[in-house]
């Protein structure tokens, strides 16, 4: 009798599995989706392509040929990067975000005070903390707006923290080693160097380092460096041979390991003179997530490491390798970091970041012969620099891909191009000369004063009124509002610069040549070369100030958001905003800039995507960074809040189970 019943039960059990169709199978699978987003700030559209053509990004070609790619990518107004990685985030403008550029003036403040966009809440709630309300684990790795600091952001957080001490190239006499426990045995007498790193706002930190002879060849060479806080060597100290690199973490604050990277300079073996050792700055990271975690990463990661270090190679203090070194140490610890915690942790969305592209761009995209200091045999140099980040981002994608399950969808994504900054516009400059803004006798602005300012970034600026009632100690009155904003327009349409007819010619000419041989949209690139060489053979003076724009019901855009100024400039190509306010135009102070028109070519981001529903292979014609957060919360399941302006990008699915409205 229990036999027949136990059968009867087991055939019902098949009849009913039996009955589920293969969408309502396919539908359960779906449900393991997993998203994992790379952002490479700044990574251009065109020079992903022409190293892809050239055969240098390996895994990024391979990455595409397996899914899908845009041809005409596109960003948001304005093409900054803190505002682009909210819009990437969410799928929604400044105007909603908040994060109206890299730093504004917040109202109800002191006119001068600025906010920085990389710490600011985005206002809207971003896709990581909107998951995981819903139901879904989530994940941040460095990745912009995704601090917390002040509240919970993903189940797994890291972002970046303090700068404890600036680097230093620190000098080391050697004397006797006294008073050391338990050091580690030395063919030649130890001796002993020390050195103190001034913390902010904490006590210094005195380093005492120990050096040891290991070499057994009668001759005193003092080849092991040991770097210890207490003079005890254990565990917790750390140990190199020769010019290796070694980390020294320190005890600074609770939840958060600092830490600095080092590296001895000299080949001084007997110690008889002094010798010098370089060391990073003493960085921490913010970690945020499940009792442990912060420990575990500590213990499986160490420290959050320096980014990078321009000043110690401007100086000399260390090499381009040992430069290029530094930031590839950070890249791939939050690589291996982001990776960690997919395997262990198994979010459904995963979101990190790498900064290397877009700094080497700022610092080195020399490509204009307007550019101070061009040269072909320059240009080239810095360029091959600016290959090495794109190469860093491609061991990057690689390292991703071959760590994808059946189930993983890959978005290798970023906020914005670049394009090359041959001058420097003042726009407090202009504002001075019409009356608007004051200096003291040292040219510093006089905010008490001033009716308003200029806050810069990249190629865009915000310009302020001081005006009263809104403005703590605004000098404005409501009533003169619109005169003042009417004088701030006029004098930023008047400002004519010199157009440098021959290098601008000659710099179009070569644009022109790259677009012929070029296989991406390189008729519309031809075009636009061809009219703006016209423009330069006939016009004798330009409007560096391309686009001036005041809030209004047809364009509020980001212009409606209280954060942003009451008039926002956008730079024409070949211009960055800086703060001066002695001269309309100098030099660059950057030789790459980004924040001008996003419809410009150079200005485009990247998008590639490939999983298990996606096409191989297929390319779409154009998507904006907006259509990103509508299609993950579409591969998630996910009810997509209501402020999302974006779209779910079309025509990336195969037919098979796609999801809704595919």
Known sequence: MKISIFAGIFILNLSFFSMISPAEAGNNQEADRKVILISFDGMKNDYTNKYMKENKLPHIKELRDNGVWAKKPSTITPSLT??????????????????????????????????????????????????????????????????????????????????????NLESLTFKDAVNWIQPPNSFSPLKEAEF?????????????????????????????????????????????????????SLDIKAQQAAGFWFKMKADNHDLNRPIQMYRTAVTSGLISGPKGFSDEIKKQFGFFPAQDDDTALEKGWITRKEYEEISTRFVMWVTNVSLYIKQKYKPDLLMFYAPQIDHEQHKYLLIDPRQPGFTPEKSKKYMDYIEWSYRLADKVVGKTWDSLNEDDYLFVVSDHGMEPAHS???????????????????????????????????????????????????????????????????????????????????????????????????????????????????????????????????????????????????????????????????????????????????????????????????????????????????????????????????????????????
């Open 82 to 167: 803190a505002p682009s990685h909210a819009a990437i985030a969410t799928g929604a403008t400044p105007d909603q975000t908040g994060i109206v550029s890299n730093q504004w003036h917040e109202l109800n403040k002191t006119v001068g005070n600025e906010d920085d966009g990389f710490q600011a809440k985005i206002q809207v709630p971003p896709l990581w903390t909107e998951a995981r309300k819903q139901g879904k684990t989530t994940a941040t790795i460095a990745f912009p707006g995704a601090n917390p600091k002040d509240e919970k952001q993903g189940d797994y957080s890291i972002y970046y923290g303090k700068t404890w001490s600036p680097s």
């Open 196 to 248: 103190s790193i001034k913390m902010e706002n904490k006590k210094n930190h005195l380093i005492h380092i120990l050096a040891i002879d290991s070499t057994d060849d009668q001759k005193q060479n003092y080849d092991t460096f040991l770097l210890s806080e207490d003079k005890k060597a254990d565990q917790e100290d750390s140990m190199i041979e020769g010019k290796q690199w070694g980390s020294l």
């Open 424 to 662: 420097t516009l003042s726009p407090n400059k202009i504002l001075k000369d019409a009356g608007l803004l004051k200096v003291d006798e040292n040219n510093k602005i006089n905010f008490t004063e001033s009716k308003a300012y200029a806050i810069p970034s990249g190629s865009t600026a915000h310009v302020y009124i001081n005006l009263k009632k809104r403005e703590k100690g605004g000098v404005v009155p409501q009533d003169e509002y619109e005169n003042v904003r009417n004088q701030i327009i006029q004098a930023f349409n008047e400002v004519e610069v010199s157009n440098n007819k021959g290098t601008a010619i000659q710099h179009q000419m070569k644009e022109m040549v790259s677009a012929f041989k070029g296989d991406n949209d390189s008729l519309h690139n031809v075009q636009v070369h061809v009219k703006d060489t016209w423009k330069h053979l006939f016009e004798g003076k330009v409007h560096p100030y391309e686009k001036v724009m005041k809030s209004s019901n047809d364009n509020q855009t980001f212009l409606g958001h209280p954060n942003s100024g009451d008039v926002v400039l956008i730079g024409a190509p070949g211009y960055v905003m800086g703060s001066g306010t002695s001269k309309n135009v100098t030099p660059p102070i950057e030789l790459g800039t980004h924040g001008g028109n996003p419809d410009r070519s150079m200005l485009r981001p990247v998008f590639i995507a490939a999983g298990p529903d996606f096409r191989k292979g297929k390319q779409i014609n154009s998507t904006s960074n907006l259509d990103i957060a509508p299609t993950i919360y579409d591969l998630l399941e996910l009810n997509p809040p209501s402020f999302i302006e974006g779209k779910k990008i079309k025509g990336i699915f195969i037919k098979r189970n796609p999801p809704a409205d595919s």
